[in-house]
């Protein structure tokens, strides 16, 4: 039996694919890479956005949560912040307006998913509980409706207990997404 010959540099080649073919499979399988996100609510950064009349608008991400003073300055803005002292929550919008005042709301609840950071179940829109997993616009509305006719809700369970579509596995599927933060009252607007 005659076996092929291989030069030194076809050799090489042979030997370098198989390498590059063991490292794709070792990545595909997670043994030597492991790519994780962390868990809603346990990003170590804490995230604004800023909008309106700011030299460079968007997102923006600080070791902690940051002043206004902070994102005023970092976006941009003219002048000085209204309230430079006043601390701003991670997963906070704020809309710098013309006059140079602010509003204070919460980003959508696509980008705070898109950044790893919950949704409050008492403060969402329609729009933002869409962007939990497997929660589409009929769900949505279910629980907007049973929100407002109870008011806000006391825990993440009560989803299962009184909203009509929820069973445990998709409760246990949404709740890292979830919070219910300590006010339940709607966004600040400051002028």
Known sequence: MNLPYFSRSQLGVILLLGAALLLLYAWQAHLLFSLSLPQPGVMPLAFVEVTGKVAHPGVYSFSKPPTLGQVWHQAGGAGTAPEPDKTIAGGSRVEVTPEGGYLLTSMS??????????????????????????????????????REAHGPFKNIEELQEKVLGFGPKKLEKIRPYLIISEGHGTADGHR
């Not at 696509?110 to 409050?120: M, S, Y």
């Not at 962007?131 to 509305?141: M, R, S």
């Open 109 to 146: 609840g696509p980008q705070l998913i898109t950044l790893g950071l919950p949704i409050d179940l008492n403060r969402a829109s329609a729009a933002d509980l869409e962007a939990l997993p497997g929660v589409g616009p009929a769900l949505a509305k279910r629980i907007i409706d049973y």
